[in-house]
């Protein structure tokens, strides 16, 4: 949120930090939603896949080491990716369970100057 938006907000008698909160509420049961579904894991491995060195590719001063170990790092996140991926699919009652609880914690404290988010 700019300066510029904090200060219309409070041009129209809004508390901007209770807006900012409301923002970060919102966004954060977004990811919450995001994150209980396979395929967000699947193209998270994607870009992470995609992100590997690669030979040919211009890699500026990095040495071969470094290539190395940036190369193992990023297949061993998208491997984690993909394992993530395959528990939500065997396990979509529990993450389902999972993911209405972080939801109800997430909306059931008001933010200051809100009320009771519903």
């Known amino acids: 949120m700019s300066i510029t938006d904090l200060t219309r907000l409070a041009e129209r008698g809004l508390d901007p930090l209770a807006e900012a909160l409301e923002q970060h509420r919102v966004r954060f049961v977004q990811e919450i939603l995001a994150a209980a579904v396979p395929s967000f894991w699947e193209r998270r491995a994607e870009a992470l896949e995609a992100a590997r060195p690669?030979?040919?590719?211009?890699?500026?001063?990095?040495?071969?080491?470094?290539?190395?170990?940036?190369?193992?790092?990023?297949?061993?996140?998208?491997?984690?990716?993909?394992?993530?991926?395959?528990?939500?699919?065997?396990?979509?009652d529990v993450i389902a369970a999972d993911m209405a609880a972080a939801v109800a914690a997430a909306t059931s404290t008001p933010a200051p100057g809100l009320g009771v988010a519903s």
């Open 54 to 92: 690669r030979p040919g590719e211009f890699h500026g001063k990095a040495t071969a080491t470094e290539l190395r170990e940036r190369d193992e790092a990023l297949a061993e996140a998208a491997a984690a990716c993909r394992e993530h991926a395959e528990v939500v699919r065997r396990y979509p």
